[in-house]
């Protein structure tokens, strides 16, 4: 079976996001184009206004457009900062849109906010926290959280972690996937973890080959 690549699910997942958001809240009319229509949407008590806001944003990105009149990297970063609070939001498609613009920036500040969402009820919200750190180094604790969702109830979940875990994935994460990819029955998500477990392998013996020729003790988490 076709391994479906990382990166597909992802723009399979914010593809999914903008249907929603658009479905509640049509795109024609929106009335955000300066950083204080965001600010303003973010923090309106209704939701769908919410969702609009963000969902103009994604469908900027996808689309690569300038969704910001005068947009500054200043203002980039009061967005970012802006959006951070929605990862709370009681909305579970506001917390589903907000990691998905968050993880775009792939600032560091965004990596625990987003990582707190690991452990979001929402099926939905979880797998796209799980998927948002393939791209994005993290901390030992999030790479703590990723490798308990190998074996999350949630397929999508598991082959979000376990794509991130290519990135940051530790000598003890090549044990845990391979105990996962024991216990996995779903194809797909089987033939993930055994690319998953090859790059990570590769990317684990360059580092340690690389701090030997620096003349350093290579890290064994």
């Known amino acids: 079976m076709k391994q479906i690549p990382s990166s597909s699910i992802n723009l399979i997942s914010i ?88 993880k775009q920036s792939t600032l560091a500040r965004v990596v625990t906010p987003i990582a707190r969402r690991l452990r979001d009820a929402n099926d939905d919200v979880r797998a796209t926290a799980a998927e948002a750190f393939y791209l994005i180094k993290v901390d030992a604790a999030t790479v703590r959280e990723l490798e308990r969702l190998l074996l999350d109830k949630n397929k999508r979940v598991r082959m979000g972690a376990a794509s991130s875990l290519g990135l940051n994935g530790t000598k003890k994460s090549v044990g845990l996937l391979r105990k996962a990819l024991a216990h996995e029955a779903d194809l797909d998500a089987r033939e993930l973890y055994t690319e998953t477990l090859k790059e990570l392998e590769k990317r684990l013996v360059t580092s340690g080959t690389a701090q030997r020729n620096r003349g350093q003790r290579p890290i064994s988490p």
Do not use: W
């Not at 965001?38 to 923090?43: D, I, M, P, Q």
């Open 15 to 102: 593809g999914i996001v903008l249907l929603i958001l658009l479905f509640c809240f049509p795109q024609s009319g929106f009335p955000f184009s300066k950083l204080a229509d965001y600010l303003g949407a973010f923090k309106d008590e209704r939701a769908d206004i919410r969702r609009a806001a963000l969902g103009q944003l994604l469908s900027c990105q996808e689309e690569d457009k300038e969704c910001l009149e005068g947009g500054s990297p200043e203002s980039f970063g009061q967005l970012v900062t802006a959006v951070i609070p929605l990862l709370d939001d009681p909305d579970p498609n506001v917390r589903e849109a907000s990691i998905l613009y968050l």
